[in-house]
């Protein structure tokens, strides 16, 4: 608990608190979640230095996310495919550089706000100009392979894990920045739009999650290939029933935040798995191992998301518009 | 290929980071004193100057087994202060305690020297990786390479974060540390007790155990010199914690670009 925000705390809220562990400062979840998005950030940015990204190949793999976009997307993304393919070793190293200086923004206290702003800046940028919107607006957008975009998760989780509180109470740490209303609204058209993707007619042919899985075979270690393999194999001619299946996982995800606090776990538990199944399986673990990931992809992300909506007992010492936290800070709370 | 002068970048700052650790060996001056051991500076020191001289050939020093045995040794012993702490504080000390990060450290230095492959490896050192022979080394096992990338993002987040405020568990804190008798309190003790942490040493001729205290705990001292330990200028625990964030990054891009 930041001093300033426990000079605040009524008696009984500090109650509330649980008495000494509340007086010495319990883990703050929300606090330990930024962290983690930190972390993310500082991995980006040093997958960013790789040597796959300074060669041409980089501006190529930029270059065909246009493919399938709107012209108006498109002309963009050719544009930057273009500066980086002319530029590549200045502007893949601004690209790092700008990451770097956004975790350590994220990780240090007194610039978490303002970290936080830039990094929902610069992922809306990179979403667009460097993923392509995550296909969403092409046939070929899955949630297996990526859709709707790793990086607008890193925009999403950055509003969400905002250091500020609108309410006295809210029932899962994503909630306490923008209420839970509006957090599980936001969860909902998520993960109904990863199971719309799910079935569409690209991914839902007899041989397309098999596809999907064994392309990621190439440059894998060898054990890693292998489970790709085999996990293609499962699938194959299942395209169908396979998608129905993640599909109606999916569904269940989305709804899961507004069941009772017992049944949310559940779903909670039921989008770890998925996440962890979609980032091992569909994306290779971002293809950090094959040396040309530019970042985690989608899996783990999502998985840090189901966490920010676990249901905790967060109570807040003052509304934030009355005694606003300092930022990053715990801001007088606590969660369990 | 990584243009050198990124890595140049990091060699660079590497070579700070060694000079501050042989700064602060050299304030505190723990030869003077019968039971201070400097293993957490040591360890900053020999790192990045293995590091540096990974990144930049022409600060190469010693041969690869030299490096090997060195980080073999560095990570028994800190594997050794590790169990030591969890005898004393928990279990929760294997990975949360102040000497976990530099375990996990000694451990990536050790693991880069003896996974690294071909065409690197052929050379002396790794000086392929720093572009002059134009190609670079990769490393056997890279799985292992990921996970101790992320454990050491992880640390050099942890250390971030409670280096620029208070400790959000309360375990550490910013206060200088408080001072055992008879000079017991180590050259290393800010940085091993973690980040910007107040730290305790057992009596001197003891073993030496450094524990981290709450900020209810520590009571700061208002004065003393390197002698006392004390902490203050070049010993301040925040400048072993800065050097510790600054190894971590820098070993966690090393260890992703020879995935």
Same mark, same amino acid.
């Given at each position: 608990?930041?001093?300033?925000?426990?000079?605040?705390?009524?008696?009984?809220?500090?109650?509330?608190?649980?008495?000494?562990?509340?007086?010495?400062?319990?883990?703050?979840?929300?606090?330990?979640?930024?962290?983690?998005?930190?972390?993310?950030?500082?991995?980006?940015?040093?997958?960013?230095?790789?040597?796959?990204?300074?060669?041409?190949?980089?501006?190529?793999?930029?270059?065909?996310?246009?493919?399938?976009?709107?012209?108006?997307?498109?002309?963009?993304?050719?544009?930057?495919?273009?500066?980086?393919?002319?530029?590549?070793?200045?502007?893949?190293?601004?690209?790092?550089?700008?990451?770097?200086?956004?975790?350590?923004?994220?990780?240090?206290?007194?610039?978490?706000?303002?970290?936080?702003?830039?990094?929902?800046?610069?992922?809306?940028?990179?979403?667009?100009?460097?993923?392509?919107?995550?296909?969403?607006?092409?046939?070929?957008?899955?949630?297996?392979?990526?859709?709707?975009?790793?990086?607008?998760?890193?925009?999403?989780?950055?509003?969400?894990?905002?250091?500020?509180?609108?309410?006295?109470?809210?029932?899962?740490?994503?909630?306490?920045?923008?209420?839970?209303?509006?957090?599980?609204?936001?969860?909902?058209?998520?993960?109904?739009?990863?199971?719309?993707?799910?079935?569409?007619?690209?991914?839902?042919?007899?041989?397309?999650?098999?596809?999907?899985?064994?392309?990621?075979?190439?440059?894998?270690?060898?054990?890693?290939?292998?489970?790709?393999?085999?996990?293609?194999?499962?699938?194959?001619?299942?395209?169908?029933?396979?998608?129905?299946?993640?599909?109606?996982?999916?569904?269940?995800?989305?709804?899961?935040?507004?069941?009772?606090?017992?049944?949310?776990?559940?779903?909670?538990?039921?989008?770890?798995?998925?996440?962890?199944?979609?980032?091992?399986?569909?994306?290779?673990?971002?293809?950090?191992?094959?040396?040309?990931?530019?970042?985690?992809?989608?899996?783990?992300?999502?998985?840090?998301?189901?966490?920010?909506?676990?249901?905790?007992?967060?109570?807040?010492?003052?509304?934030?518009?009355?005694?606003?936290?300092?930022?990053?800070?715990?801001?007088?709370?606590?969660?369990? | =290929?990584?243009?050198?002068?990124?890595?140049?970048?990091?060699?660079?700052?590497?070579?700070?980071?060694?000079?501050?650790?042989?700064?602060?060996?050299?304030?505190?001056?723990?030869?003077?004193?019968?039971?201070?051991?400097?293993?957490?500076?040591?360890?900053?020191?020999?790192?990045?100057?293995? =590091?540096?001289?990974?990144?930049?050939?022409?600060?190469?020093?010693?041969?690869?087994?030299?490096?090997?045995?060195?980080?073999?040794?560095?990570?028994?012993?800190?594997?050794?202060?590790?169990?030591?702490?969890?005898?004393?504080?928990?279990?929760?000390?294997?990975?949360?305690?102040?000497?976990?990060?530099?375990?996990?450290?000694?451990?990536? =230095?050790?693991?880069?020297?003896?996974?690294?492959?071909?065409?690197?490896?052929?050379?002396?050192? =790794?000086?392929?990786?720093?572009?002059?022979?134009?190609?670079?080394?990769?490393?056997?096992?890279?799985?292992?390479?990921?996970?101790?990338?992320?454990?050491?993002?992880?640390?050099?987040?942890?250390?971030?974060?409670?280096?620029?405020?208070?400790?959000?568990?309360?375990?550490?804190?910013?206060?200088?540390?408080?001072?055992?008798?008879?000079?017991?309190?180590?050259?290393?003790?800010?940085?091993?007790?973690?980040?910007?942490?107040?730290?305790?040493?057992?009596?001197?001729?003891?073993?030496?155990?450094?524990?981290?205290?709450?900020?209810?705990?520590?009571?700061?001292?208002?004065?003393?010199?390197?002698?006392?330990?004390?902490?203050?200028?070049?010993?301040?625990?925040?400048?072993?914690?800065?050097?510790?964030?600054?190894?971590?990054?820098?070993?966690?891009?090393?260890?992703?670009?020879?995935?």
């Amino acid at each position: 608990m930041s001093e300033i925000a426990a000079a605040g705390v009524r008696p009984a809220a500090r109650s509330r608190l649980g008495g000494a562990e509340a007086s010495r400062g319990a883990p703050d979840v929300r606090r330990l979640l930024q962290l983690a998005l930190a972390g993310i950030w500082l991995l980006d940015a040093l997958l960013q230095y790789q040597s796959f990204m300074f060669s041409k190949a980089f501006s190529q793999m930029i270059g065909g996310t246009a493919s399938g976009n709107p012209g108006v997307v498109a002309s963009p993304i050719t544009w930057n495919a273009t500066l980086v393919e002319h530029h590549a070793v200045l502007v893949n190293s601004i690209f790092a550089t700008i990451q770097l200086i956004l975790a350590i923004g994220i990780a240090w206290r007194p610039t978490v706000r303002l970290a936080l702003a830039a990094s929902i800046a610069w992922a809306l940028g990179v979403w667009w100009f460097g993923e392509g919107l995550g296909m969403v607006l092409t046939s070929s957008a899955s949630p297996v392979n990526g859709a709707p975009g790793a990086v607008v998760i890193y925009a999403l989780l950055a509003v969400l894990l905002w250091p500020t509180d609108r309410s006295v109470s809210a029932p899962f740490t994503a909630a306490r920045a923008v209420g839970a209303p509006v957090a599980r609204a936001l969860w909902l058209v998520l993960w109904l739009s990863l199971a719309y993707f799910a079935l569409l007619p690209g991914n839902r042919g007899p041989q397309a999650l098999n596809g999907m899985i064994a392309g990621m075979e190439s440059g894998e270690p060898g054990w890693l290939a292998a489970i790709d393999r085999n996990a293609a194999a499962l699938v194959a001619h299942q395209g169908l029933a396979a998608s129905i299946v993640l599909a109606v996982a999916l569904v269940i995800i989305a709804v899961g935040v507004y069941l009772p606090a017992p049944a949310a776990k559940g779903t909670l538990v039921l989008a770890l798995v998925v996440a962890a199944v979609i980032w091992a399986f569909g994306e290779a673990f971002g293809t950090i191992l094959t040396g040309g990931g530019t970042d985690p992809n989608s899996g783990l992300l999502l998985a840090l998301l189901a966490l920010t909506y676990w249901p905790v007992r967060t109570a807040v010492t003052a509304p934030a518009r009355t005694a606003p936290a300092p930022a990053g800070a715990n801001e007088g709370t606590t969660a369990s | =290929m990584t243009p050198s002068w990124i890595l140049d970048i990091f060699a660079a700052l590497m070579l700070v980071v060694a000079a501050v650790s042989a700064g602060r060996l050299v304030a505190a001056q723990p030869w003077r004193q019968r039971a201070a051991l400097a293993d957490i500076d040591v360890a900053h020191l020999l790192m990045a100057i293995a =590091m540096a001289g990974m990144l930049a050939p022409s600060l190469q020093t010693l041969p690869n087994g030299a490096w090997e045995v060195i980080f073999g040794v560095l990570t028994a012993w800190f594997a050794y202060r590790v169990v030591r702490d969890a005898q004393v504080s928990g279990v929760r000390a294997l990975a949360g305690g102040h000497c976990a990060p530099h375990l996990i450290h000694a451990a990536a =230095m050790l693991y880069m020297f003896l996974a690294l492959t071909a065409p690197a490896a052929h050379g002396s050192g =790794m000086s392929g990786m720093g572009g002059a022979a134009g190609t670079m080394g990769t490393l056997s096992l890279p799985f292992l390479a990921f996970i101790f990338a992320l454990a050491l993002i992880g640390y050099s987040i942890w250390d971030l974060d409670q280096l620029s405020g208070p400790g959000a568990s309360g375990h550490y804190s910013l206060a200088v540390a408080r001072v055992a008798p008879a000079g017991a309190v180590l050259a290393g003790v800010g940085a091993g007790a973690g980040p910007g942490a107040a730290a305790v040493s057992e009596p001197a001729g003891s073993a030496v155990v450094t524990e981290p205290v709450t900020a209810s705990q520590a009571q700061p001292v208002g004065a003393g010199g390197p002698a006392s330990g004390t902490g203050r200028g070049i010993l301040a625990p925040w400048v072993a914690t800065s050097s510790r964030i600054a190894m971590g990054v820098t070993m966690a891009f090393m260890l992703l670009i020879l995935i």
